[in-house]
């Protein structure tokens, strides 16, 4: 039977819409369900600002009867204005079955096409801002707090529509250790010889203060990474009313220099290890998973750290480094996750392998014209390096790869990069 592809109209249709996640993922043990309640506030144009600034339009397709796969083809006006003449997809989920995902995928373009779009780039669910990218390796593990996932047929038919990569982000893991002396002697060295610098953890009762801080420092630092969007005030207020909950003020730091904000760490503890358990309720008994599970949490997920450009020429990260590894260390976890990275921001990546983390997950976006006469693919694509389920680098094998692995070369301060 034909693939049926029919349009949705947010926020009538989002729990019809989401519901279609649960037969997708049936067979993927890796899948960490979302939460309806949540997601009924996101697909809401009255409760959600992002819709001030996008459009978007969601599609359901059907075989057999059956609800077998969804995408939302968006047009963000903040990222056009960044990628001149391009709208974005994302919700991009199918069942194994390359004519389910085709029809859905071109639903998208025509709308897009329709707005006067010249090409389409995701997946971003809705922007960089949020989940973003498709993983293309690392399939075995759960992913972490605010990271997608999907199945390991994905990239194939991806590659069968018609749809190529045009950049590559990685994860790395990092093993429960006590911090390297490198990193510890670079953040003592670096606090002796300016004196005016502090770190500090967040402080939550100052929590709209301490907003403002993180999001001057994520608008900034970020700024000339590929695919940034800066985050409206409005915007950045809804996510992190989301977040609060989430954060922990040993887990996150402000560095500051002569009294100047100067950059920022965010850590979060995985609690998409509590949150799969909850099977995307909070009732009957998903209440309780989420408020005696916490304690059960053993992994951690580095999901911001950032020096303002003025101070990026000092090793500020590593004192956010050295302070988070405080901290991780005493809650005796299991490892930590640093995601995602630009596999062309060797300057981060050269860190994190310093200190022993590997790549475990690998990432990618993608792309596709629209029109005959659009530009062509802007592709930047790095390597999918292979990877290893956390506990792995603890083996002798582990131990090898690192030890045998060329160090990436991380540009001098006057290197052109």
Known sequence: MAVEVRPVTFPKDTVAFCKVWWRVYRDDPHWVPPLIFERKTFFDPQKNPYYKIAD????????????????????????????????????????????????????????????????????????????????VDGFDTDPMVANPHNSAYYPGIYEQIGLQPNMTWYAYWLDYQEAPPRITKIAERMVKRKPGIVVRRVRLKDWDSELQIVRDVYNDAWHANWGHVMVRPEEFEHIAKDMKTLVKEDLCYVVEMDGEVAGMSVTFPDYNQVVKKMNGRLLPFGWYHFAFGQ??????????????????????????????????????????????????????????????????????????????????????????????????????????????????????KNDKH
Not at 64 to 86: L, N, Q
Not at 389 to 404: H, R
């Open 295 to 412: 304690g059960q949490i053993d992994a951690l997920r580095v999901f911001i750290l950032g020096v303002k450009q003025e101070y990026q020429h000092l090793p500020l990260g590593a004192l956010l480094y050295a302070e988070t590894w405080k901290a991780a260390y005493a809650r005796k976890i299991r490892g930590i996750e640093a995601s995602l990275i630009l596999h062309d921001n060797v300057g981060m990546r050269g860190a994190m392998e310093k200190m022993g983390a590997f790549v475990y997950k690998t990432y990618r976006t993608f792309e596709d014209k629209l029109t005959e006469d659009a530009p062509g693919v802007t592709s930047n694509v790095g390597e999918i390096i292979p990877s290893h389920p956390p506990g792995w680098s603890l083996t002798e094998e582990g131990k090898k790869y690192i030890a045998e692995r060329p160090a990436l070369k991380v540009p001098k």
């Open 56 to 135: 978007v339009q969601g599609f359901i397709a059907y075989k057999d009867g059956e609800a077998v796969g969804t995408i939302a083809a968006c047009h963000d006006r903040d990222f056009e204005a960044e990628m001149p003449g391009v709208g974005t997809f994302g919700f991009f989920e199918f069942i194994e079955d390359a004519e389910v995902a085709q029809g859905l995928l071109d639903a998208a373009k025509d709308w897009l096409r329709g707005r006067g779009l010249q090409r389409i780039m995701g997946p971003f669910n809705f922007s960089p801002n949020h989940e973003f990218a498709l993983l």
